[in-house]
């Protein structure tokens, strides 16, 4: 019996380690096949490249222009295109390809509705700058969901997840730590781009407040890279790792209290639902969207509105202030929320419109 194998075609920005977790789901759990075009050293922004997985192929975007995507369409014969948003052109000129074809097309965006006049203009013209190249658009929560439902897409054109964590290996942390004797932590944990948009400044500035006015004796661990880096302030009780992968950030979790991302803008905020899986409170601000799913107000962290530092100094203070029991409970039901989306999700999302 010769049966069909399920190919999908990926036509990608910068490949994360949340993209691969899915990838290698789908390969080993359908014995397909993924060819993935990405984007060289010239244009990534981290350093992290992708481990080698049997039938997962990595291909450099700068070695193929529309004519050469169109080849390949041919060649490989993808079930599906999936496709990162709408930030090259040749990939839009490939899905009108492949949809011509008959060939469904996935597009990807985690912009938040906001009712802008971008998106006005975008809802005007959806039909040429988005209907048009996608069959269906995959988005991560509910603020997507809002804006792709503005733009015109049915209900059931509309797809999750489109991100997820690499939820079996933050879990493993979790059911390693879980029955742990309660102790005191040390450290508030930050991971992410250090920029201004990530709300770094405000929370360091709320760090050293609260500390030199002894309402905390926690530490603050910052991980990431980032054109804030030279601003964070240089003491003993703030420590700076630069960017590490996800099985060295894991090491460093014992010693945490609770992660807190006070994010100015933030579509989505993987790293809520990393954080989520491996048992960890969470303070986070309500512009990030992966609260909506990961952080449930005084049930296992704390909402806060963005670039409002006192309010993120009370957060803190807060959380700081749990016994090491309720710190823990506050930990097992971030695990629980972090159950809701899992990479075997995003595969049977795909394979539901391969039929």
Request: proline letters at 5%.
């Given at each position: 019996?010769?049966?069909?194998?399920?190919?999908?075609?990926?036509?990608?920005?910068?490949?994360?380690?949340?993209?691969?977790?899915?990838?290698?789901?789908?390969?080993?759990?359908?014995?397909?096949?993924?060819?993935?075009?990405?984007?060289?050293?010239?244009?990534?922004?981290?350093?992290?490249?992708?481990?080698?997985?049997?039938?997962?192929?990595?291909?450099?975007?700068?070695?193929?222009?529309?004519?050469?995507?169109?080849?390949?369409?041919?060649?490989?014969?993808?079930?599906?295109?999936?496709?990162?948003g709408r930030m090259e052109q040749d990939y839009l000129a490939a899905s009108l390809y492949a949809r011509s074809k008959g060939i469904p097309v996935i597009g990807t965006s985690d912009n938040q509705f906001s009712g802008n006049w971008k998106q006005k203009i975008s809802k005007l013209f959806s039909r040429y700058l988005w209907r048009r190249y996608f069959d269906y658009m995959m988005v991560p929560g509910l603020y997507q969901y809002e804006y792709m439902r503005y733009l015109g897409f049915k209900r059931e054109?509309?797809?999750?997840?489109?991100?997820?964590?690499?939820?079996?290996?933050?879990?493993?942390?979790?059911?390693?730590?879980?029955?742990?004797?309660?102790?005191?932590?040390?450290?508030?944990?930050?991971?992410?781009?250090?920029?201004?948009?990530?709300?770094?400044?405000?929370?360091?500035?709320?760090?050293?407040?609260?500390?030199?006015?002894?309402?905390?004796?926690?530490?603050?661990?910052?991980?990431?890279?980032?054109?804030?880096?030279?601003?964070?302030?240089?003491?003993?009780?703030?420590?700076?790792?630069?960017?590490?992968?996800?099985?060295?950030?894991?090491?460093?979790?014992?010693?945490?209290?609770?992660?807190?991302?006070?994010?100015?803008?933030?579509?989505?905020?993987?790293?809520?639902?990393?954080?989520?899986?491996?048992?960890?409170?969470?303070?986070?601000?309500?512009?990030?969207?992966?609260?909506?799913?990961?952080?449930?107000?005084?049930?296992?962290?704390?909402?806060?509105?963005?670039?409002?530092?006192?309010?993120?100094?009370?957060?803190?203070?807060?959380?700081?202030?749990?016994?090491?029991?309720?710190?823990?409970?506050?930990?097992?039901?971030?695990?629980?929320?972090?159950?809701?989306?899992?990479?075997?999700?995003?595969?049977?999302?795909?394979?539901?419109?391969?039929?």
């Amino acid at each position: 019996m010769n049966l069909k194998k399920d190919k999908i075609l990926v036509l990608y920005a910068e490949v994360m380690p949340y993209n691969v977790v899915c990838f290698k789901n789908f390969v080993q759990t359908t014995r397909g096949e993924i060819k993935v075009i990405c984007w060289g050293k010239e244009k990534k922004l981290t350093p992290y490249n992708p481990p080698e997985i049997s039938n997962i192929a990595y291909l450099i975007k700068s070695d193929f222009n529309a004519g050469k995507l169109k080849n390949l369409i041919n060649s490989f014969k993808p079930n599906v295109i999936y496709v990162a948003g709408r930030m090259e052109q040749d990939y839009l000129a490939a899905s009108l390809y492949a949809r011509s074809k008959g060939i469904p097309v996935i597009g990807t965006s985690d912009n938040q509705f906001s009712g802008n006049w971008k998106q006005k203009i975008s809802k005007l013209f959806s039909r040429y700058l988005w209907r048009r190249y996608f069959d269906y658009m995959m988005v991560p929560g509910l603020y997507q969901y809002e804006y792709m439902r503005y733009l015109g897409f049915k209900r059931e054109q509309i797809l999750f997840p489109q991100y997820c964590a690499d939820t079996d290996l933050f879990n493993d942390y979790y059911y390693e730590n879980k029955n742990v004797i309660p102790k005191k932590k040390q450290y508030i944990l930050f991971v992410g781009r250090l920029d201004t948009v990530k709300g770094l400044d405000i929370l360091t500035d709320a760090f050293v407040e609260l500390k030199n006015e002894s309402y905390i004796d926690l530490n603050l661990m910052i991980i990431g890279n980032g054109p804030l880096a030279d601003t964070i302030p240089k003491r003993s009780d703030i420590i700076h790792h630069s960017f590490l992968e996800q099985e060295n950030i894991i090491k460093l979790l014992p010693e945490v209290a609770f992660f807190c991302l006070p994010s100015r803008k933030e579509p989505w905020g993987l790293v809520i639902h990393e954080l989520a899986a491996a048992g960890i409170p969470i303070i986070a601000t309500t512009i990030c969207g992966a609260s909506t799913a990961f952080v449930k107000n005084g049930y296992n962290g704390i909402l806060i509105k963005t670039c409002d530092k006192q309010l993120l100094k009370n957060a803190i203070v807060q959380l700081h202030n749990l016994s090491g029991e309720e710190l823990n409970l506050y930990g097992e039901r971030s695990f629980h929320l972090s159950t809701q989306i899992t990479p075997a999700l995003w595969t049977a999302t795909i394979k539901s419109i391969l039929g």
